[in-house]
C-alpha cells in the first residue's frame, strides 16, 4: 500500500471534517422543522370562522386566509361524573385548512356536578383527544364559567395544558366581564382567550362602550376577539385574531360581506 503524502492527508481530513458539519447540520434542520410543526398564532390565518352543530359545507374558502374552529364534542358536567358527546353533522373544508376543534362544556342543571379535582382530570382528558385530529394547530374549550366555577376551571386548564402536545396551542373563549377589570385570566396557561362580543346580554351596551374607550384590560384578551354575523360591533379594537359565529350557514356571500365590515 502506498503512503499518502501528509499535504494530501491534511486534505483529506479537511473534506472529512466539512462533510460530517454538513450532516450535523442538516440533521439539526429537520429536527427543528420536526418540533415546530405549529405556526405561532400570529402567523397562523387571522380571519377564524366557527363551524357549530349544524351541517356546513365551507369548501369555497381560502385555507391561506382562513381557519375554522368547530364544535369537535360537547361535554356533559352531571355529578361526579362526565358524558362525552361528538360532533354528528357533517363539515367540509378545503384540503389544508387550520382547524381548531372546539370543546363545549355544558352543566347539568338536574344534578349538577360535583365540580372535584377528579372530575376536572377526567374531563381534561377526555378533550385532550381532540390533539389528535389532523391539521389541528389548537384547542380551543367554551366554558361559560361563573365566579364560582372558576376554580374547577383553572384546574381543568392545567390539567388539560399537561395532556396536550407542547406545540399544540390553547384558547378559551372569555365573557367580557372576564376581559375588562377581572384579569382572573392573567396566570392560566392559556395561549389566548377569546372576548365573546355577542349574545351578551343587558351587559352588552356597557361592555362595548368600555370596549370602544379602554380596549381589553386584561393580558390575555388583547390579541383576539369574537363576534357574530348578526350583531355588528363599531369601534372593535384592533386584534390580530377574529374569530366569526354565524346563526345561520356559512356561504360566500356572508363570508364576504364579514371580509368587507372588519377589513379581513
Known amino acids: 500500500m502506498k503512503s499518502v503524502p501528509p499535504r494530501h492527508l491534511l486534505i483529506l481530513l479537511l473534506l472529512l471534517a466539512a462533510s460530517l458539519s454538513a450532516v450535523a447540520l442538516h440533521h439539526r434542520a429537520n429536527n427543528s422543522a420536526g418540533v415546530s410543526k405549529v405556526a405561532p398564532i400570529a402567523l397562523q390565518p387571522a380571519l377564524i370562522l366557527w363551524a357549530w352543530e349544524r351541517p356546513e359545507d365551507l369548501s369555497f374558502i381560502n385555507p391561506q386566509e382562513i381557519a375554522v374552529a368547530y364544535l369537535a364534542k360537547t361535554v356533559f358536567l352531571r355529578g361526579a361524573g362526565l358524558l362525552s358527546k361528538p360532533r354528528l353533522q357533517p363539515l367540509s373544508m378545503p384540503a389544508g385548512t387550520t382547524v381548531i376543534p372546539v370543546a363545549r362544556i355544558e352543566i347539568d342543571t338536574e344534578k349538577p356536578p360535583a365540580l372535584s379535582s377528579e372530575q376536572a382530570e377526567e374531563t381534561a382528558t377526555e378533550i385532550a383527544k381532540l390533539s389528535s385530529i389532523a391539521n389541528t394547530s389548537m384547542i380551543q374549550v367554551d366554558?361559560?364559567?361563573?365566579?364560582?366555577?372558576?376554580?374547577?376551571?383553572?384546574?381543568?386548564?392545567?390539567?388539560?395544558?399537561?395532556?396536550?402536545?407542547?406545540?399544540?396551542?390553547?384558547?378559551?373563549?372569555?365573557?367580557?366581564?372576564?376581559?375588562?377589570?377581572?384579569?382572573?385570566?392573567?396566570?392560566?396557561?392559556?395561549?389566548?382567550?377569546?372576548?365573546?362580543?355577542?349574545?351578551?346580554?343587558?351587559?352588552?351596551?356597557?361592555?362595548?362602550?368600555?370596549?370602544?374607550?379602554?380596549?381589553?384590560?386584561?393580558?390575555?384578551?388583547?390579541?383576539?376577539?369574537?363576534?357574530?354575523?348578526?350583531?355588528?360591533?363599531?369601534?372593535?379594537?384592533?386584534?390580530?385574531?377574529?374569530?366569526?359565529?354565524?346563526?345561520?350557514?356559512?356561504?360566500?356571500?356572508?363570508?364576504?360581506?364579514?371580509?368587507?365590515?372588519?377589513?379581513?
Open 143 to 264: 366554558f361559560d364559567a361563573t365566579t364560582s366555577q372558576r376554580q374547577f376551571y383553572r384546574t381543568l386548564l392545567f390539567e388539560l395544558r399537561k395532556r396536550m402536545p407542547p406545540t399544540t396551542k390553547l384558547s378559551i373563549t372569555a365573557l367580557g366581564s372576564w376581559c375588562q377589570g377581572d384579569d382572573w385570566l392573567a396566570d392560566l396557561p392559556i395561549d389566548e382567550a377569546v372576548p365573546m362580543l355577542f349574545r351578551m346580554g343587558l351587559d352588552r351596551n356597557a361592555i362595548l362602550s368600555r370596549l370602544a374607550g379602554d380596549g381589553f384590560t386584561a393580558t390575555r384578551c388583547d390579541s383576539s376577539a369574537g363576534i357574530s354575523t348578526d350583531e355588528h360591533v363599531k369601534n372593535l379594537p384592533p386584534v390580530s385574531r377574529l374569530y366569526v359565529f354565524n346563526p345561520n350557514s356559512w356561504n360566500r356571500d356572508t363570508l364576504n360581506k364579514v371580509m368587507e365590515t372588519y377589513q379581513r
